[in-house]
């Protein structure tokens, strides 16, 4: 468990601020778990994490936290087929992967201006404010020789 660095904290503080709200010790711990274990919770997750540190934390404040990280750009909501929403603190382009073996997210990165070639795809009349690439699939068998 580690506590958030300064950098963390004026990065929060700034985003928040840009949005309208303030950092609150929640709002600070919520993020912290968040950028501890970069493995894609979902709010039921994020919740047991933040409870061992913050044991008066309520789910509903953790979901009003998770809902105004999102808002002010900190962290990105992952919606995999029908499964919960998951939490990434990532905020470099990249895709994600999911493994249906195990139901783990994981970032994938992807070359550079990669994310902005294929918003081109789209018929001239549209355009697109983000894109989302998510791989599926299963841990790769080792190919016998």
Same mark, same amino acid.
């Given at each position: 468990?580690?506590?958030?660095?300064?950098?963390?904290?004026?990065?929060?503080?700034?985003? +928040? &601020? /840009?949005?309208?709200?303030?950092?609150?010790?929640?709002?600070?711990?919520?993020?912290?778990?968040?950028?501890?274990?970069? &493995?894609?919770?979902?709010?039921?997750?994020?919740?047991?994490?933040?409870? !061992?540190? *913050?044991?008066?934390?309520? *789910? @509903?404040?953790?979901?009003?936290?998770?809902?105004?990280?999102? !808002? !002010?750009? +900190?962290?990105?909501?992952?919606?995999?087929?029908?499964?919960?929403?998951?939490?990434?603190?990532?905020? @470099?382009? /990249?895709?994600?992967? /999911?493994?249906?073996?195990?139901?783990?997210?994981? &970032?994938?990165?992807?070359?550079?201006?990669? *994310?902005?070639? +294929?918003?081109?795809?789209?018929?001239?009349?549209? !355009?697109?404010?983000?894109?989302?690439?998510?791989?599926?699939? /299963?841990?790769?068998?080792?190919?016998?020789?």
């Amino acid at each position: 468990m580690r506590l958030l660095g300064q950098e963390d904290k004026e990065t929060l503080a700034m985003a +928040l &601020d /840009h949005s309208g709200q303030r950092a609150t010790p929640q709002r600070e711990t919520v993020f912290g778990v968040l950028l501890d274990q970069r &493995d894609h919770p979902t709010a039921d997750e994020v919740y047991a994490r933040t409870k !061992s540190r *913050m044991p008066t934390i309520s *789910m @509903a404040t953790v979901y009003n936290c998770l809902e105004t990280l999102v !808002s !002010s750009g +900190l962290v990105k909501q992952v919606n995999i087929e029908r499964e919960p929403t998951r939490y990434c603190p990532n905020l @470099a382009p /990249h895709a994600h992967f /999911h493994c249906r073996d195990t139901g783990r997210v994981y &970032d994938v990165p992807v070359p550079e201006g990669m *994310m902005k070639d +294929l918003a081109k795809v789209l018929p001239g009349e549209y !355009s697109a404010d983000s894109v989302e690439l998510v791989f599926r699939g /299963h841990l790769a068998k080792e190919k016998t020789k």
